[in-house]
């Protein structure tokens, strides 16, 4: 078992937040559904050039559709054995509802924002999750059913129709279509600013390798579900809590990175508007 | 005279794969720039030796397939589509059970009322006749000379047409579902693609496909006006939830990084979490 709370020299107290199992279940997910985007866009745009490029870089159309359905189905074998995981958990332990929004979220939604436009000086206390990650984990949830329901539905249409008519495997290829943009659109923008841009992690949030978050991080991310930690351990004399995490926020300062971020936001978002708003109507 | 235009023959005919009774037509047909003016269009009566040596029939006569041409000076030369009809008439001699099914499609009905020109040269090559081992890609293209509009865009939107577009070898081509001799149309019984035939056609790939598989449109284009509108709701639908959902994502984000833009003159770290409460000690 890894301990609770280990302690590093320069990023003083750490609190384990991933366990391996999870770090190899995220590890999974991030291989098979990269994959499962890089092979599956390029059927979607099937006329751009990069398209043709990514056929080719796989030796051919069909060796590139059978890489996309072997890792769209371990991706969902993945997924199902996260069900077991979360049953198992509920089992050996209490089971845990901490991912599910709850009123605290939305209210916290809005005070964020508000922080941030300096409406207010309170930053709210986030718990075991913040809204972000609540968000995050459930288009997950919501992402694979529907790409999976829809990818099995297209892959064995023989199984399909002996249930419900040909046009609604049409209907599910829609979706499987533009889930696919949503998905991959949303792991860019919210995933990668979240662990990767955020200038409070830049350039990554090495918590989904070393599994661990230092108390410094902890304060700054998780207040409450450090105070939870806090009251219940008995063993706080023993902590050595005095040294502060010099490893981290080493951008959060950087007033150059944040305005090349906030430029290359602005370019997204007028590219998004661009490209889907339906101007022609 | 006519003993020095044999010894021409000899010399400019080096080829000795051509048949002796080929060799005095080519005298006058080998000619570049041979030509003959016809409803005051002219015409070219020049066959390269070279692209008649290469071909399947190079060992035919020309009378064969120019029956009609038995002496010099020709009688009863006809041009165009009469042509047309006439070559294609011959092909029957030898190819009795291909003609058989020819004879029966469409495609020899627009041929004879001149409406188009489907006939085996059309496909086959006229003096170039190979044994056509086209990639289903040429085959594509060869059928999309004629056949455009709702019937191609319906073919590149399916899985079939995109994953043929982008070089598959195993996905279907136009002939695999319409076969090639007897294009038919989906009305007459014995086509391939009448509702009668189609599970069949479709278990050539799909094993066990029943009557529901075969049920439903192919040629399908995302589009408010077909008879079934649902999945191009559904792909409409998508591009809002895009909009929205990452439209929200890059708002949120940049709000946030204007928040840290402003906070980042202080030297510390930024958020101001009151941590008074959280009881370290
Ligand atoms: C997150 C994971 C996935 C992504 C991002 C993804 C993406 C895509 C995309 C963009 C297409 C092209 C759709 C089109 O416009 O026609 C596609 C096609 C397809 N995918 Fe997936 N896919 C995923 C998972 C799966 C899974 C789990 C399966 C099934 C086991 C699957 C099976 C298929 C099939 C059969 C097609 C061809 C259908 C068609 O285009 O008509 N996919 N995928």
Redo the contacts between chains.
């Keep these: 078992m890894e301990e609770r709370i280990s302690f590093s020299e320069e990023r003083g107290l750490m609190f384990q937040r991933l366990t391996l199992n999870q770090r190899i279940q995220h590890f999974v997910n991030f291989l098979t559904f990269t994959t499962c985007v890089i092979t599956g866009l390029?059927?979607k745009y099937?006329g751009a050039a990069l398209?043709?490029k990514i056929?080719s870089l796989f030796g051919?159309?069909?060796t590139?559709?059978y890489t996309h359905v072997v890792s769209g189905i371990l991706m969902l074998l993945a997924f199902s054995y996260h069900f077991v995981y979360l049953a198992a958990y509920a089992y050996l332990n209490e089971p845990s509802f901490a991912i599910l929004p709850k009123w605290k979220d939305a209210v916290e939604i809005v005070q964020?924002?508000k922080?941030?436009?300096?409406l207010t000086?309170?930053?709210p206390?986030y718990g075991r999750y913040c809204y972000k990650e609540k968000m995050e984990y459930l288009a997950l949830i919501w992402g694979t059913v529907v790409m999976g329901l829809s990818g099995l539905m297209?892959y064995f249409?023989?199984i399909t129709?002996?249930f419900v008519?040909?046009?609604v495997i049409?209907?599910f290829?829609?979706?499987h279509?533009?889930?696919a943009?949503?998905a991959a659109?949303?792991i860019v923008?919210?995933h990668m600013?979240n662990a990767h841009l955020?200038?409070d992690f830049f350039p990554m949030n090495k918590t989904w390798i070393t599994g661990k978050v230092s108390?410094?991080q902890m304060?700054?991310e998780h207040?409450e579900e450090?105070?939870e930690i806090?009251?219940e351990i008995d063993y706080?004399?023993e902590?050595k809590?005095d040294v502060e995490d010099s490893k981290s926020?080493k951008f959060?300062?950087?007033?150059g990175l944040?305005?090349v971020?906030?430029a290359l936001?602005?370019v997204?978002?007028v590219w998004?508007?661009k490209t889907?708003?339906?101007l022609g109507f | 005279m006519l003993s020095l235009l044999f010894v021409f023959n000899g010399v400019l005919l080096a080829q000795d794969n051509i048949p002796a009774a080929n060799k005095s037509c080519l005298t006058c047909h080998q000619r570049e720039g041979f030509s003959t003016k016809h409803d005051g269009k002219e015409i070219s009566l020049t066959v390269d030796p070279a692209v008649l040596a290469d071909s399947v029939h190079k060992n035919n006569p020309c009378t064969t397939c120019h029956m009609n041409i038995q002496g010099f000076p020709h009688q009863d030369v006809v041009y165009g589509q009469e042509l047309t009809v006439q070559v294609t008439k011959s092909c029957q001699m030898c190819h009795a059970n291909v003609a058989k099914d020819y004879k029966a499609s469409k495609h020899w009905k627009a041929t004879k009322n001149g409406m188009a020109d489907v006939s085996c040269n059309a496909c086959h090559g006229e003096h170039n006749v190979q044994k056509l081992e086209l990639t289903k890609q040429e085959e594509v293209k060869m059928c999309t000379q004629c056949h455009q509009g709702a019937i191609l865009e319906g073919y590149?939107q399916s899985?079939h047409g995109?994953?043929v577009?982008?070089?598959?070898?195993?996905?279907a081509s136009c002939v695999d579902c319409h076969g090639a001799h007897k294009a038919l149309g989906d009305e007459v019984a014995a086509s391939p693609v009448s509702a009668k035939n189609k599970p069949a056609t479709c278990a050539k790939c799909?094993?066990?496909?029943?009557a529901?598989?075969a049920?439903?449109s192919e040629h399908?284009t995302?589009s408010a006006k077909d008879k079934?509108k649902?999945?191009?709701y559904?792909?409409k639908?998508?591009?809002w939830?895009?909009?929205l959902?990452?439209?929200f994502?890059?708002?949120?984000?940049?709000?946030?990084?204007?928040?840290?833009?402003?906070?980042?003159k202080?030297?510390d770290?930024?958020?101001?979490?009151?941590?008074s409460?959280?009881?370290?000690?």
């Excluded at chain 1, 922080?115 to 300096?118: H, P, R």
């Excluded at chain 1, 959060?252 to 007033?255: G, K």
């Design positions: 390029p059927i099937h398209s043709a056929v051919g159309f069909d590139m559709f964020t924002i922080y941030n436009l300096g000086d309170e930053h206390e297209m249409p023989q129709v002996k008519p040909r046009w049409e209907a290829r829609a979706a279509s533009g889930e943009v949503l659109l949303a923008v919210w600013y955020s200038p108390k410094t304060e700054h207040p450090l105070r806090m009251d706080k004399e902590l809590t926020f959060a300062n950087s007033r944040i305005g971020e906030i936001y602005a997204f978002l998004l508007l889907f708003v339906p | 590149k899985f995109k994953a577009l982008l070089g598959s070898q195993e996905s799909h094993q066990d496909a029943q529901n598989f049920k439903g399908l995302l079934n649902i999945p191009y559904i792909s639908a998508y591009i939830l895009i909009i959902t990452i439209g994502m890059l708002v949120h984000i940049l709000i946030e990084l204007f928040g840290k833009f402003r906070k980042a202080k030297d770290i930024t958020i101001d979490v009151d941590d409460d959280i009881d370290l000690n």
